[in-house]
């Protein structure tokens, strides 16, 4: 009878050994991939908005003056889509988890960006700056002037 309550005692503390493994070496590793599967997300649908928004410009530049397009962008809750009239290009930025480890050389400070170059004859006015969350977007074009607006 003592060798039964044994067992039961060695197999409980092995099964405690496993749950405290579980919780101290994979779970990490597991919190560690899912940070990174959301940033990779947030990424690639963002990036997915700002390529959208710059089809819309270029699709309107090609059209006549009084072209109107509206445009519903959805953007991940830490990801930006900027326009910027002065250098004439459309980008965007996405802030990286900060349980994300690892620091990519293309993302500094755990901050992606990419800026999407226009065409040179394409003369941007942005009056809607930067696009945070869900967003309406309307590209017009007047006076040969490609005009964002909210």
């Known amino acids: 009878m003592k060798n039964k309550g044994q067992v039961i005692l ?3 503390f092995i099964i405690l050994i496993v ?7 994979t779970k990490p590793f597991i919190d560690n991939s899912q940070n990174t599967i959301t940033d990779i997300d947030a990424l690639t649908r963002t990036n997915n908005e700002t390529n959208k928004l710059v089809d819309s410009i ?9 072209s109107r397009e509206t445009l519903e962008l959805f953007v991940p809750i830490n990801g930006q889509i900027i326009c910027n009239s002065a ?3 459309i980008g965007f930025i996405v802030a990286l988890n900060d349980g994300t480890t690892h620091e990519h050389s ?3 400070n755990n901050t992606c960006e990419k800026s999407f170059e226009l065409n040179d004859a394409i003369d941007l006015d942005c009056l809607l700056p930067e696009v945070n969350n869900r967003a309406i977007v309307v590209v017009s074009k007047e006076n040969n002037i490609i005009i964002l607006s909210g």
């Open 87 to 89: 250098d004439n290009n």
């Open 106 to 108: 293309l993302c500094p």
């Open 19 to 25: 749950v405290i493994y579980v919780f101290t070496v």
């Open 10 to 12: 060695e197999f409980i």
């Open 58 to 66: 270029n699709k309107i530049y090609l059209l006549g003056n009084g």
